[in-house]
């Protein structure tokens, strides 16, 4: 409604009263567009069962909606200087707990069972700051966090990779990694006008459905994310130069061919057509073989 935080008079009498000055460097881009954040919220399929972790929730646009659908709230603010406007804006909502710290610092597992014992599911929910956007995702899902999903705003361009299908130029390392844990789909484009100050680039919400098991069985993940990895290291190079630069320097070509064929993948080619399962089979084998 007119009243609620996020609401532009709201916002900017808050910003106003608390001389809060925004910093670039933090990526802050406050969401003044209530069905943006309605759109957001609903994407996160919340009820009174559910607990909701936000990171980075600014002067609460979004933790206020969270609260008003979810049993529990835990929000992670970096910003010394937003604490006590968070305490005072979310006063009315006493299962909404603000903790002062960098979420890429904390340990998620204890925040979870500290104040997710008593919730179902938990949903991750935040208008991310662009500048670490990955870091903050590869943690959530890398660190198999009991998560039901994650909906974020985040920019277009990296929405669109993480959604890439193979054979796309969007397709990359990101793309295969986000999709190993879960599954992704992009929820709306959202214009730079819906925030203040507005940002250089074009965002997009996104929902990640957590996967319970990874869509292939893999025998050893680190390895599995090297592969990828190298895989992509030069995306015009043939998966076998790639991978013989990485792995088999100096060395012929026929085992590393051997090793593909059994794989049933062509050495000519690319890194950015094979499957999450055609790196998983390549990736078990080159295992096997002791590389
Ligand atoms: N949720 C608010 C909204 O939608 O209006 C603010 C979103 S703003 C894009 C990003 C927020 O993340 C800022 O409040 C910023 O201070 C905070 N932030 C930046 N880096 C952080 C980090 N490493 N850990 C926790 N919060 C962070």
Redesign the pocket.
């Known amino acids: 409604g007119m009243d609620d935080i996020a609401s532009p008079r709201r916002t900017k009498e808050i910003i106003q009263r608390h001389g809060f000055s925004f910093k670039k460097s933090?990526?802050?881009?406050?969401?003044i567009d209530q069905n943006i954040l309605n759109k957001i919220v609903a994407a996160a399929d919340l009820d009174s069962t559910k607990g909701a972790l936000e990171?980075?929730?600014?002067i609460g646009?979004?933790t206020e909606k969270l609260a008003q659908q979810a049993k529990s709230v835990t929000a992670?603010?970096?910003?010394q200087r937003?604490v006590p406007i968070l305490q005072e804006v979310l006063e009315p909502y006493p299962h909404v707990r603000i903790h002062h710290a960098?979420?890429?610092k904390t340990d998620l597992e204890a925040l979870f069972q500290q104040d997710f014992a008593d919730v179902s599911k938990v949903s991750v929910v935040?208008?991310?700051?662009y500048y670490?956007t990955t870091p903050i995702l590869m943690k959530l899902l890398e660190e198999k966090l009991p998560l039901e999903n994650i909906v974020v705003m985040i920019q277009k361009e990296v929405a669109e990779r993480m959604a890439a299908s193979p054979g796309t130029k969007d397709y990359g390392s990101l793309s295969i990694a986000v999709q190993y844990y879960s599954v992704p789909e992009l929820v709306c484009i959202v214009p730079r006008t819906v925030f203040i100050p507005q940002p250089n680039v074009e965002s997009a919400v996104i929902r990640l459905t957590v996967r319970e098991q990874p869509p292939v069985e893999v025998d050893d993940e680190a390895f599995f994310f090297l592969v990828v990895q190298a895989s992509f290291a030069q995306r015009r190079k043939t998966i076998a130069n790639n991978l013989k630069s990485r792995f088999f320097p100096g060395e012929g070509r026929e085992r590393l061919e051997a090793l593909l064929s059994e794989a049933g993948i062509e050495p000519s080619r690319r890194g950015e057509t094979l499957s999450l399962q055609e790196y998983a089979t390549l990736s078990n084998i080159l295992l096997k073989a002791g590389i």
Request: charged letters at 10%; aromatic letters at 4%; a negative charge.
């Open positions: 933090l990526g802050q881009n406050f969401l990171i980075g929730p600014g646009a979004l992670v603010e970096i910003d937003l960098d979420v890429l935040a208008n991310l700051p670490v």
